[in-house]
């Protein structure tokens, strides 16, 4: 369940190492057919550093969804390797509710607009594997 838009439909694939989050079900924020979220999955994560790049100028409407997903990647930036996210300690108790001890996690760009699709943006996130069947962005 998402806030008080209630329950969600997202079809998950994957471009490369990036898992990309397409909203089936949209909302007032961000409508069905866009992305909601993408993660790299990639072991050798990469975070963002200060660059004079222009963003590209490229119209986005003729681009695919594989060229739109990279150029969120590094539009105007350029990416360093870093470590990846340390795993999160669970309590005994989470322990045995999850059957783990620990969570995976990964960085990513959350999709966020005010209502109608409006001041579209991306937001640094983060995607917590919390089992083989369950994730949280």
């Known amino acids: 369940q998402y806030?008080?838009?209630g329950y969600?439909?997202?079809?998950?694939?994957?471009?490369?190492?990036?898992?990309v989050?397409?909203?089936?079900?949209?909302?007032?924020?961000?409508?069905?057919?866009?992305i909601t979220f993408q993660t790299d999955l990639n072991p050798l994560q990469f975070k963002k550093s200060?660059?004079?790049?222009?963003?590209?100028?490229s119209?986005?409407?003729n681009l695919t969804n594989k060229d739109k997903?990279?150029?969120r990647k590094r539009k105007g930036k350029?990416?360093?390797?870093?470590?990846?996210?340390?795993?999160?300690?669970?309590?005994?108790?989470?322990?045995?509710k999850w059957n783990t001890n620990e969570l995976s996690r990964h960085t990513g760009l959350g999709h966020v607009a005010e209502e109608g699709f409006v001041n579209s943006q991306w937001m640094e996130g983060e995607m917590i594997n919390i089992?083989?069947?369950y994730f949280s962005f």
């Open 78 to 96: 350029r990416y360093q390797h870093h470590q990846p996210l340390p795993n999160i300690l669970l309590s005994k108790e989470a322990s045995q």
């Open 50 to 57: 200060k660059s004079k790049q222009k963003p590209s100028s």
């Open 59 to 61: 119209s986005s409407s």
């Open 3 to 5: 806030g008080n838009s």
């Open 8 to 19: 969600q439909m997202i079809n998950v694939t994957y471009i490369g190492d990036t898992l």
């Open 21 to 34: 989050a397409y909203k089936v079900t949209g909302d007032n924020n961000i409508p069905s057919n866009e």
């Open 131 to 133: 089992n083989k069947d």
């Open 69 to 71: 997903v990279k150029n």
